[in-house]
Nanobody, 128 residues
């Protein structure tokens, strides 16, 4: 089992920055690909970014490319999402997730159903 706990959400003005953290516990969490997803009001949960288990190879949704950066520290089993140039449309609950089997494949998986473990989410609100 893997437990994921997100932190770092909050209220920020448009153009501002936030850094989300996801602390993972569990014996093999450092071998899983990790992803960030978000769910805005009245919307489906969507892929934001993901990083391979080794930390080499990161992937982004087009809507955040160039503004968000995902990284991980396997020694601390923590995954980060640095969010810059935030826009009101980035307002959502942000979830950290772990893909138990995706490391066997090239790249990363982007579907919600491919991820096995989820955190409780952290709210990000961007005011205009």
């Amino acid at each position: 089992q893997v437990q994921l706990v997100e932190s770092g959400g909050g209220l920020v003005q448009a153009g501002g920055s936030l850094r989300l953290s996801c602390a993972a516990s569990g014996r093999t969490s450092s071998t899983y690909n990790m992803g960030w997803f978000r769910q805005g009001p009245g919307k489906e949960r969507e892929f934001v970014a993901a990083i391979r288990w080794s930390g080499v190879g990161s992937y982004y949704a087009d809507s955040v490319k160039g503004r968000f950066t995902i990284s991980r520290d396997n020694a601390e089993t923590t995954v980060y999402l640095q969010m810059n140039s935030l826009k009101p449309e980035d307002t959502a609950v942000y979830y950290c997730a772990a893909d138990r089997l995706g490391s066997r494949l090239a790249g990363v998986r982007r579907a919600v159903y491919d991820y096995d473990y989820w955190g409780q989410g952290t709210q990000v609100t961007v005011s205009s």
